[in-house]
């Protein structure tokens, strides 16, 4: 059974602005924390965002101020909006959620993980 299914990639040029949906269960939902991550080639997977269960968020340094996580409890779907995309936010996104370790950006720690959406940001 899928569990969380991402949409909204695409490619853009730098300076430019996508937002990513993450469709979830109801189950999946209403885990205590979800959260945005991507993966570059060649690179490991890092935490882009999180929010917790009551709306609080955490986001990567190379993000700040330009990315921006919520969700919509009626929807069950998480967004990330991304602003003033640059050349080095190239990578697949992914979403996920269900944590023992709540506001974590270490994808190690999430069990349930979407299949991606890849985004591309040329110069």
């Known amino acids: 059974q899928v569990q969380l299914v991402e949409s909204g990639g695409g490619s853009v040029q730098a300076g430019g602005s996508l937002r990513l949906s993450c469709a979830l269960s109801p189950l999946t939902y209403s885990s205590n924390c979800m959260g945005w991550f991507r993966q570059a080639p060649g690179k490991e997977r890092e935490g882009v965002a999180i929010?917790?269960?009551?709306?609080?968020?955490r986001y990567a340094d190379s993000v700040k101020g330009r990315f921006a996580v919520s969700k919509d409890n009626a929807k069950n779907t998480m967004y990330l909006q991304m602003n003033s995309l640059k050349p080095e936010d190239t990578a697949m996104y992914y979403c996920?959620?269900?944590?023992?370790?709540?506001?974590?950006?270490?994808?190690?720690?999430?069990?349930?993980w979407g299949r991606g959406t890849q985004v591309t940001v040329s110069s």
């Open positions: 996920a959620a269900d944590t023992d370790d709540v506001g974590s950006l270490n994808p190690a720690v999430y069990y349930s």
């Open positions: 929010i917790e269960e009551d709306g609080d968020t």
